[in-house]
Nanobody, 125 residues
Framework: QVQLVESGGGLVQAGGSLRLSCAASGRTFATYDMSWFRQAPGKEREFVAAISWSATTIYYIDSVKGRFTVSREYAKNTVYLQMNSLKPEDTAVYYC??????????????????WGQGTQVTVSS
């Protein structure tokens, strides 16, 4: 069982930056693939970024490439999402997700067993 707690959301002007953190409980963090998803009002949950258990495989949705960076810190059981050059269309609730490594890192929500409560990111124009 893994519990995930996100933090770092907030209100920022377009062009600004935020760093989201996702702290995981348990001793198996190092064996879990981790991802970030987001959900804007009236829209489906959308994949944003993923990092494999070994940090050797990383994926991004096209709209955030070059602006967002996903990373993980094993000593702190934490995964981060550094978001730069934020745009109003990045406004959403951001969720951290985890699953035990079973093969290729998934990019669909249904393949993740554990979810955080979400953190709101609002980008004003």
């Amino acid at each position: 069982q893994v519990q995930l707690v996100e933090s770092g959301g907030g209100l920022v002007q377009a062009g600004g930056s935020l760093r989201l953190s996702c702290a995981a409980s348990g001793r198996t963090f190092a064996t879990y693939d981790m991802s970030w998803f987001r959900q804007a009002p009236g829209k489906e949950r959308e994949f944003v970024a993923a990092i494999s258990w070994s940090a050797t495989t990383i994926y991004y949705i096209d709209s955030v490439k070059g602006r967002f960076t996903v990373s993980r810190e094993y000593a702190k059981n934490t995964v981060y999402l550094q978001m730069n050059s934020l745009k109003p269309e990045d406004t959403a609730v951001y969720y951290c997700a985890a699953r035990p490594n079973l093969g290729p890192v998934p990019r669909t929500a249904r393949e993740y067993a554990y979810w955080g409560q979400g953190t709101q990111v609002t980008v004003s124009s």
